[in-house]
């Protein structure tokens, strides 16, 4: 089974509004990681945060992980219509594992 | 080459064949993955390379998949005897070798059995 599940499914916004998307996941792990996918093809790494972080920032990105509820945000602000895309939490296991495990993703939609 | 390479970046074929998918990782890459998207759906995990160790193969689904990967460089996933729901994207990944660190994915195969 999955050990990160994205919520929600989907997002409509409108172009210049922030988008927050939730990971929820089961097991400890070491890092959690967000990815990018446009078009249903390759995937782009987005952003790691460490299981001792708590908050992270890149550019209109902001991830935040709460591993006392096991569960990380992804903040995207002042969307923009290239962020039109479908995104993905994924975690290891916690246990030296080398296999992440991805969510089913949020498909968000950037209206211009 | 600049980035993960897989082709084909399409494949059309009859239930039944065999069909080939060629991944070729970033240069210095010692780890590489493959996972499959179905349709709407997330990444499942297919296989994992790491230099010369032994390939975890769990989770390949059946005994119809398998990949080597030659030279510790490009990688082949070979699926026999195709069944319509192998159809898929088919990605290939790569990371300097380190667990926990980020993956570099390739565009993917969209593999379409018929």
């Known amino acids: ?112 | 080459g600049a980035g993960v390479s897989q082709s084909p970046s399409n494949k059309v074929t009859e239930k039944g064949k065999d069909v080939e998918l060629r991944c070729d990782p970033i240069s210095g890459h010692t780890a590489l993955y493959w996972y499959r998207q179905s349709l709407g759906q997330g990444l499942e995990f297919l296989i994992y390379f790491q230099g010369n160790s032994a390939p975890d193969k769990s989770g390949l689904p059946s005994d119809r998949f398998s990949a080597e990967r030659t030279g510790g460089s490009v990688s082949t996933l070979t699926i026999q005897r195709t069944q319509q729901e192998d159809s898929a994207v088919y990605l290939c990944a790569s990371s300097p070798g380190r667990w926990g660190e980020k993956l570099f994915f390739g565009s993917g195969t969209q593999l379409s059995v018929l």
């Open chain 1, 1 to 112: 089974s999955q050990q990160g599940e994205e919520d929600p499914q989907a997002l409509s916004i409108q172009e210049g509004e922030n988008a927050t998307m939730n990971c929820s996941y089961k097991t400890s792990i070491n890092n959690l990681q967000w990815y990018r996918q446009n078009s249903g093809r390759g995937l782009v790494h987005l952003i790691l945060i460490r299981s001792n972080e708590r908050e992270k920032h890149s550019g209109r990105l902001r991830v935040t992980l709460d591993t006392s509820k096991k569960s990380s945000s992804l903040l995207i602000t002042a969307s923009r219509a290239a962020d039109t895309a479908s995104y993905f939490c994924a975690t290891d296991s916690g246990s030296n594992d080398y296999k992440l495990s991805f969510g089913a993703g949020t498909t968000v939609t950037v209206r211009a």
